[in-house]
């Protein structure tokens, strides 16, 4: 009796092993609502507007292109300004046979003497402008058409009284070589004749006075870019500077070393010159819009999912997915279009 109750004991402490252990490998129970794996997904929202790509060159900050100064007339120059010396309207640009040679703002040189009553003409007109600029009473001017202007008795009086107070024998007349006729105040980037030289040779080289960046596009990649764009520079330390086109060459040149294909002269001025105020001349980076897509729908790149049919798709952040086109990619951007893809719909992003 004894061993049938020792016998039972063993029985029921196996059994009661098993249903320990049985109970350790079952699978654990799954609740109604588990908690969700890791983070949630960022997202964004679709954008509707202009999407732009950007082209990187390379430019070079300095004053532009230079123009070369020659002398007219016969003499010698007695004095030369400075490399870096700005001039300005009536102040002198070199001296012939000590002789002040006066800047005058024009595009019509002086190419004939102006020694007589009722000449008409451009550079008539060109002289008017200045003696009226540096405030001298000119008198009327009749009508000549065509921008020109009329040598009168008044005129020619206003320019003795200029001749006088700028150091010269009070004639009234003046002939070419008398003064210098730039587009408006010069800087003297580099002289090239030197005090005693002829006048009638190259006496320097000149540019404007606002600092802008040159770039040298290949000719055939220039349609894309129209003076007014915005651009950003990038400066030699790091700084990023905005500006804008203000001329497109029409001129095609083979580089120097003739190496390469044609270029044209782009030239960007900065929106705030003091950005460059401690730089006279530096290599620079230009970032140059490209090819522009307006009124489209935009996300970011990192919302896009390749999918295993080939091409792409959205994720909504129900998991659904919304195959799209895509189109430019830009700035990490990209356009898309497709069905069921809408402005404001949400996506899932991974940036």
């Given amino acids: 009796m004894a061993r049938r109750a020792s016998l039972l004991a063993v029985v029921v402490l196996v059994l009661a092993g098993l249903a320990v252990a049985g109970w350790r490998f079952l699978p654990p129970r799954v609740t109604a609502k588990a908690e969700p794996e890791g983070p949630p997904a960022a997202t964004v929202t679709v954008e509707r507007g202009d999407l732009s790509d950007v082209r990187t060159v390379s430019g070079d900050l300095g004053y532009g292109s230079s123009a070369t100064i020659k002398g007219a007339g016969t003499g010698t120059v007695t004095w030369l300004p400075s490399p870096g010396a700005v001039v300005k309207r009536g102040q002198p640009l070199y001296r012939r046979d000590d002789r002040p040679v006066p800047l005058f703002y024009g595009t019509t040189p002086l190419f004939r003497p102006l020694d007589r009553a009722d000449l008409t003409g451009r550079d008539v007109r060109v002289i008017v402008d200045n003696l009226r600029a540096l405030g001298y009473r000119t008198g009327d001017q009749p009508y000549a058409g065509d921008g020109a202007g009329v040598l009168t008795a008044s005129l020619i009086d206003a320019v003795k009284r200029w001749q006088r107070t700028a150091g010269l024998t009070p004639t009234g007349k003046l002939a070419p070589g008398d003064v210098a006729i730039q587009r408006g105040k010069v800087r003297v980037a580099a002289l090239a004749a030197a005090v005693g030289a002829e006048v009638s040779a190259d006496l320097m080289?000149?540019?404007?006075?606002?600092?802008?960046?040159?770039?040298?596009?290949?000719?055939?990649?220039?349609?894309?870019?129209?003076?007014?764009?915005?651009?950003?520079?990038?400066?030699?330390?790091?700084?990023?500077?905005?500006?804008?086109?203000?001329?497109?060459?029409?001129?095609?040149?083979?580089?120097?070393?003739?190496?390469?294909?044609?270029?044209?002269?782009?030239?960007?001025?900065?929106?705030?010159?003091?950005?460059?105020?401690?730089?006279?001349?530096?290599?620079?980076?230009?970032?140059?819009?490209?090819?522009?897509?307006?009124?489209?729908?935009?996300?970011?790149?990192g919302a896009l999912l390749a999918v295993l049919e080939g091409g792409y798709a959205v994720q909504r952040p129900d998991g659904g997915l919304v195959p799209v086109e895509t189109g430019l990619f830009a700035d990490g951007r990209v356009e898309v279009s497709g069905d069921g893809l809408d402005e404001g719909m949400t996506v899932v992003t991974t940036s």
Avoid: M, Y
Avoid at 212 to 229: E, H, I, P, W
């Fill in 205 to 301: 080289s000149v540019t404007g006075t606002a600092k802008v960046v040159t770039v040298q596009l290949d000719a055939a990649n220039t349609g894309s870019v129209k003076r007014g764009d915005r651009v950003t520079v990038t400066l030699p330390d790091g700084a990023r500077a905005p500006a804008k086109v203000t001329r497109v060459g029409t001129v095609a040149q083979t580089p120097d070393d003739g190496d390469g294909p044609p270029r044209t002269a782009v030239t960007v001025t900065l929106d705030d010159a003091k950005k460059a105020e401690r730089l006279d001349a530096a290599p620079v980076q230009v970032d140059l819009a490209g090819q522009t897509r307006a009124d489209v729908l935009i996300v970011p790149v």
